[in-house]
């Protein structure tokens, strides 16, 4: 029994390159849905600009977070995949990290905060997964998870700063640029950067000429912060409704990433996520959480910018819970 | 200029077969969205069967409607189409004759009850048409609109009783069954019956096996009862959330296609339509209006007898006021 974890993370010697993200596409085919790309003529006239939608709130436990799980569980080894896997999430990596290890015949153990949303916590329980509760404000919950895998001689599946979480990730941009063509913009939530940094590598050699962005809370604007100082800014655990996107920081592996190729990162504010939130309800009966709001919010603050123009957005999840659902619509 | 309206309706004297669905699907073959068929581990688990659905409330326009309309008014000869559509409808098939009107440059009237839900209003409004209001329960709005589109010359497109609306709706159930291969049984929502009878024309020819159940609100069971006894019931305007079915009794196209081929006709409760309503929600990040979940309700309600089966489940709709749909879902 090893005394140290078989830690995944993080190897920053594997920097992840386009062609990790092709090799990751045809690991995943028939695992992962081919989510949907759904358009909405009243949204486009609203916008001035034809807009595509990458439904990841349907894909697999309701989020992007599937690819880039199962990328990286189906690589590990027979010791590895005996001795099982460990996470740390504010949820739908949870779920992502539990459904892969169900699906491989793994054991997982999920390290989740106190106050995760109640359906998130249900879903990654239904998965069959063992779940370890922390307080996000005074714990560190990545040492919670290294602690608990050393322990028990797991693998740290972290939930964005691993090459080939992140070349999981860059599967749905992949999807996206094959289904749709020719892109002008690429609007993508941003939280640790999983997803923005997969984007980024799918995109920058597929269409180079398409202007991806990151998408932020306002009130955790690590990102932004860090690209206009040029070093990783960590912040407080933000405020906000977009649960997925309470990270404290970029990731060593996603942030030269992200410096390198992204257009910008904005930030929204949660009202404009609620917009959107609603918009997406009315006129693409999608339900779809915080969080997933973000790339339409950005895109909908840069409408001016985008006029007659094709813009693809990332819709990153569906997770939410029902109750906190029905509050948020129902506040007009 | 005409004293008749050019009536489409009810004109039995053409009865549509499973061909007439056929040369529908090629018609409308790159204007209606080829919709996704989802499914859901969770539910699957829940119910202990394989259920697919196929997600109108994607379509354009939000609802099944579109295929029917589009199907009726692309076949209109160019007199007609220079002197324009009339319609009467609860909300859906107003906006799909609205949209499929404007795709083809020709005029629409839509006649709608005061009643019908803001959301419905402002979407036939958005695309074009020519809104008459009337009072649902003392106004007859068969004559209403009747008498309008003999007044300026308009063909009137019946919701439902139309051999040509009647195929085209089918079409969601061919593609359905394109697409999944072999079903045990199909749950479709029931209204007036095109939705029902289309689906029925579809899949009697191509999987004569499966057997397909319309599902009516408790409510409004004409069509049961119409079943039961052999010949069609009237009843009066039913109280229930599901305003797509709030007709008052089968026609006398859809009825013959029904009693011919229909398993049966099961009647849902809005209980159970809120319950599916907030599955949808949180199991398939989908808005389905309460007429739309019909389908998935009268599954449920038979799950004992579907163990193990397969099983397709129509989703007819997404078009639902947000307040209303906050209030239903927040009520638990």
Redesign the interface.
């Known amino acids: 029994m090893p005394t140290q974890p078989l830690r995944a993370e993080p190897d920053t010697s594997t920097v992840p390159v386009h062609d990790d993200v092709v090799r990751a596409a045809r690991r995943l085919r028939g695992i992962v849905h081919r989510t ?1 790309v ?1 358009t909405s ?2 949204i486009d006239a609203a916008c001035g600009a034809k807009l595509f939608f990458k439904c990841e ?2 894909q ?1 436990a ?1 989020a992007f977070k599937f690819r880039g799980a199962y990328n990286a569980l189906v690589q590990l080894g027979a010791e590895q995949r005996r001795a099982g896997v460990a996470a740390y999430s504010s949820g739908n990596h949870a779920q992502a990290v539990a459904l892969a290890a169900q699906l491989l015949g793994i054991s997982a153990t999920i390290v989740m905060p106190h106050d995760a949303p109640a ?1 998130k916590l249900a ?1 990654t329980a ?1 998965y069959g997964a063992t779940i370890v509760r922390y307080d996000r404000v005074t714990e560190d919950r990545a040492a919670i998870c290294q602690m608990l895998a050393a322990r028990q001689g797991r693998t740290v599946i972290p939930p964005f700063d691993h090459p080939e979480v992140i070349a999981g990730q860059g599967t749905a941009a992949l999807e996206l640029l094959e289904d749709v063509g020719m892109l002008d913009a690429l609007f993508v939530p941003l939280g640790g950067g999983g997803l923005l940094s997969g984007c980024l590598l799918a995109t920058e050699a597929m269409q180079p000429g398409c202007r991806v962005y990151g998408v932020e809370p306002a009130a955790g604007n690590d990102g932004q912060q860090s690209l206009r100082r040029g070093e990783l800014v960590r912040i407080a655990v933000p405020p906000t409704i977009a649960d997925g996107a309470q990270t404290q920081q970029l990731g060593q592996l996603t942030f030269p990433i992200i410096q390198r190729a992204v257009a910008d990162i904005l930030a929204v504010s949660d009202a404009q996520l609620v917009t959107a939130m ?1 918009e997406f ?2 006129c ?5 959480e915080p969080t997933g709001c973000l790339g339409a919010a950005g895109a909908q603050s840069m409408c001016g910018a985008l006029q007659g123009r094709r813009v693809g957005v990332m819709v990153s999840g ?1 997770n939410v819970d ?2 906190q ?3 948020l ?2 506040h ?1």
Do not use: D, S
């Open positions: 949907p759904l003529q009243r709130n349907l697999r309701g359906i879903a239904g609603r309800a009315a693409m009966k999608l339900v779809v569906g029902i109750a659902y029905a509050q619509l129902g007009a």
